[in-house]
């Protein structure tokens, strides 16, 4: 059964850090990796989709890498600001045959100006 | 290019009662899953539609069901309403199983049932 952690649960930092956001899954046959923002009682936003095939997405100052063999991926954001202030979650949906993605329980971030 | 929306907003229900919530899916996607999230946690999968029919389901009872429509919008219904129902309910469409399959969420209608 497919288990994904993400950790720290939360995370307080200074405007203007580089700060690398964790995600690991417990079965490494994943058809793709998504990270997510929530802002508080909000939807979520897409932020980088991982295939499988791949091994990193970047997407202005967000750098998301995957790495299957070791069931991690990290979220990478530079120069971090107040409005990245949010809920930044995982989820991984698994090989041919599955349909439903698998969420983490997110990680807090707040950048204080 | 339109985006996944969601009606109500928000909704206070009372135990035992039913409620239909609904969300149009973007434009070109025929696929639409349903989660649940509760306060502090990750969303958890109900069931997903792909042409009019349910693709899958997680580990919900009977009283969670849904409809997906010819123009693939879709309703999710809950039953018998209890306490622990109590969450914001999102949805999230896609395209085909098979493709990219990147989701994209609606803004998710908080449901209060006391």
């Known amino acids: 059964k497919q288990e994904v952690t993400q950790i720290p649960a939360a995370l307080s930092v200074p405007e203007g850090e580089n700060l690398v956001l964790n995600c690991s899954f417990t079965d490494s046959a994943i058809y793709n990796l998504q990270w997510f923002r929530q802002d508080p009682g909000k939807g979520l936003t897409s932020l980088l989709l991982i295939q499988s095939s791949q091994r990193e997405q970047t997407s202005g100052r967000l750098n998301a890498s995957l790495d299957k063999s070791s069931g991690r991926s990290t979220l990478y954001i530079a120069a971090s600001q107040p409005g990245d202030s949010a809920t930044y979650l995982c989820a991984v949906k698994g090989g041919p045959g599955t349909y439903k993605y698998i969420f983490g329980t997110g990680t807090r971030l707040k950048v204080l100006a | 290019e339109t985006g996944v929306t969601q009606s109500p907003t928000h909704l206070i229900k009372t135990r035992g009662q039913q409620v239909t919530l609904r969300c149009s899916s973007q434009?070109?996607?025929?696929?639409v899953s349903w989660y649940q999230q509760a306060l502090g946690q990750g969303p958890q999968f109900i069931f997903q539609?792909?042409?009019?029919?349910?693709?899958g389901r997680g580990n919900f009872p009977p009283r969670f069901s849904g409809l997906q429509f010819p123009n693939y919008s879709s309703e999710l219904n809950v039953n018998a309403l209890e306490l622990d129902d109590s969450a914001l309910y999102l949805c999230?469409?896609?395209?085909?199983?098979?493709?990219?399959?990147?989701?994209?969420f609606g803004p998710g209608t908080r449901l209060t049932v006391t």
């Open positions: 434009s070109g996607h025929n696929t």
């Open positions: 999230a469409s896609s395209s085909a199983p098979g493709t990219s399959y990147e989701q994209y």
């Open positions: 539609y792909y042409r009019e029919e349910e693709n």
